[in-house]
């Protein structure tokens, strides 16, 4: 169905910024401009802040028992078990230092594709008034689908970023971004975002729902 973009008002939004990290990034030379995707995001770290909303960082890294804990039936995850990736202390599970986070910001650790499954993110953006998301993450079948569903069903307004977020996998990102999102999400860019947050944004059709 076609509905109109609603305002969006910083006040109860946060911006989540999911899977930046540095091993991801180096892991998926699929991804295009890796570089302007991250000038692009940063861009709207830099708006949101602006505007006085919330910005939450989302990275997932395991602790031994974390590992230990992955049932052989997860088997992406007990891959990653097994082959003791992303430890919570490594370099490569660090957020990519151009989206490091500041003071006062949110900044969760999970151990699953979603950002609030695994995570008590859900109870800290509820604890202040939180009640729109905009999501930016790697990859587009991974956390972005995930964290989209889990929060559409915690009944969050959600807006994603377009060009905020990436797939090795074009036919899987397309098929999302064009069939799956837009029934749980708004799907702007980030120059959409940056004049929603001025108000200035006019009324337009979008495909979705609120």
Same mark, same amino acid.
């Given at each position: 169905?076609?509905? #109109? ?6 006040? #109860?939004?946060?911006?989540?910024? *999911? ?6 990034? +180096? ?7 890796? =570089?302007?995707? !991250? ?6 770290? +830099?708006?949101?802040? =602006? ?6 960082? /989302?990275?997932?890294?395991?602790? =031994? ?6 049932? @052989?039936?997860?088997?992406?995850? %007990?891959?990653? &078990?097994?082959?003791?990736? *992303? ?20 900044? /969760?650790? $999970? ?5 609030? %499954? ?10 202040? &008034? ?10 587009? %079948?991974?956390? /972005?689908?995930?964290?989209? #569903? ?10 994603? !970023? ?13 098929? !999302? ?6 029934? !749980? ?14 108000? %200035?944004? @006019?009324?337009?059709? $979008?495909?979705?729902?609120?």
């Amino acid at each position: 169905m076609t509905v #109109t973009t609603p305002a969006l008002d910083p006040r #109860t939004a946060a911006l989540l910024v *999911m899977d930046y990290q540095q091993g991801i990034l +180096a892991s998926l030379p699929g991804l295009a401009d890796p =570089e302007e995707l !991250l000038s692009r995001v940063a861009g709207a770290v +830099a708006d949101m802040r =602006e505007h006085g909303a919330a910005i939450a960082y /989302v990275r997932v890294a395991f602790t =031994e028992a974390d590992w230990a804990a992955i049932p @052989p039936a997860n088997e992406t995850f %007990s891959l990653l &078990g097994r082959q003791r990736l *992303m430890h919570h202390a490594d370099p490569a599970a660090e957020f990519h230092h151009r989206l490091a986070p500041e003071p006062g910001d949110i900044i /969760v650790r $999970k151990t699953r594709y979603g950002a609030l %499954s695994t995570t008590d993110l859900d109870r800290r953006l509820r604890d202040r &008034g939180i009640t729109t998301l905009v999501i930016a993450g790697i990859t587009t %079948s991974g956390v /972005v689908l995930s964290t989209v #569903t889990d929060a559409a069903d915690r009944d969050y307004r959600l807006y994603v !970023l377009a060009d905020g977020v990436a797939d090795p996998d074009p036919h899987a990102h397309q098929t !999302l971004m064009t069939s799956v999102f837009p029934r !749980l999400a708004h799907v702007i860019d980030t120059a959409e975002l940056r004049s929603l947050l001025r108000g %200035s944004h @006019p009324d337009r059709a $979008k495909t979705g729902r609120a």
